[in-house]
C-alpha cells in the first residue's frame, strides 16, 4: 500500500504504519485520517497480519490535530465541527475494534489527538523523551475525540480531571506508573521494543487475542453479570476452533503450537 501521509510496511506479520509529516509533528489533517481509515481497514481484513504497530516519523508521534488545515471554526458551525469530530472518533474506535493487538510506538510528543490516538491502542510503548499532553483546556476546548472517556477508564476519575482540566505533561516514567504506558524504552529504540512485544505476543493464538481484546474492552462498559456472558460466549466461540485443538495437542506433545487463525 502507498499513501502520501503514511508509511506502511508488513515484516514476520507485522504491520508498522508511520504517520508520516514531520514537519507538522504528524499532525492530522483530512488526507491523513482517511489514510489512515483505509490502512486500518486493510489491516483488519488481511489475515497475514497477526500485530499492528503506529509509530510517528521524526521528533514527535503526533500533535494531534492540524488546525491550521480545518479552516475558520466559527463559519464551520457546530454541525461541521460535530462531523469532523465524528470522523476522527470513527478512526480511532476502529483501531480499538480490531481484532489484532495494536501498539502505540510513542517517539516524542504525543499531544490532544495524539495522545487519543495512543490511547486507542491496547499497549503503549514510549521513548523515555516522550511526553503526553492534553492541551485542549488552553484553547477553550476539552479533548473531543475518546480522550475524556478512555482517560477516565485508565487512569479513574480524578487522574483524568488533573490531566484535562490543568492540562499536566505526563512523562515517561509517570506515564508507566499511572498504567497509561506498558514500556518505556530507550529514546530511538521504541520501534524495536514495541516489535519485541509484538514478537512475544506470538506464542499465543491469535483468535484467542482478537476474543479477550474485544471481551475486555466490552467489559469496560457493562454490568458484571453481562461480562461473565460475554467470557462464556467467548470461550464457546473459542472451544471449537482448530487453534485450540492445535493449542492443546502442543502442550501435551511439549512443542511450539502452529497457529492458523482458524
Known sequence: MSYEHLLCEDSDGVRVLTLNRPQKFNAWNAAMRAEMRDAVEDTAMATDIRALIITGAGRAFSAGEDVSEMGDLTEMGTRGFRAVARGIHSVFDLIEALEVPVIA????????????????????????NARFV???????????????????????????????????NVAADDAKAMGLATEVAPDGKVVDVALELAAEMEAFAPLALG???????????????TGRRLERLGQSVLKTTADHAEGASAFLERRAPDWRAR
Open 105 to 128: 510506538a510513542v517517539n516524542g510528543v504525543a499531544a490532544g489527538g495524539g495522545f487519543e490516538l495512543a490511547l486507542s491502542c491496547d499497549f503503549r510503548v514510549i521513548a523515555e
Open 134 to 168: 492534553m492541551p485542549e483546556a488552553k484553547v477553550g476546548l476539552i479533548p473531543g475525540s475518546g480522550g475524556c472517556s478512555r482517560l477516565v477508564h485508565y487512569v479513574g476519575l480524578g487522574r483524568a480531571k488533573e490531566l484535562v482540566m490543568l492540562s499536566r
Open 211 to 225: 476474543m479477550a481484546k474485544t471481551v475486555l474492552n466490552t467489559c469496560t462498559d457493562v454490568d458484571h453479570e
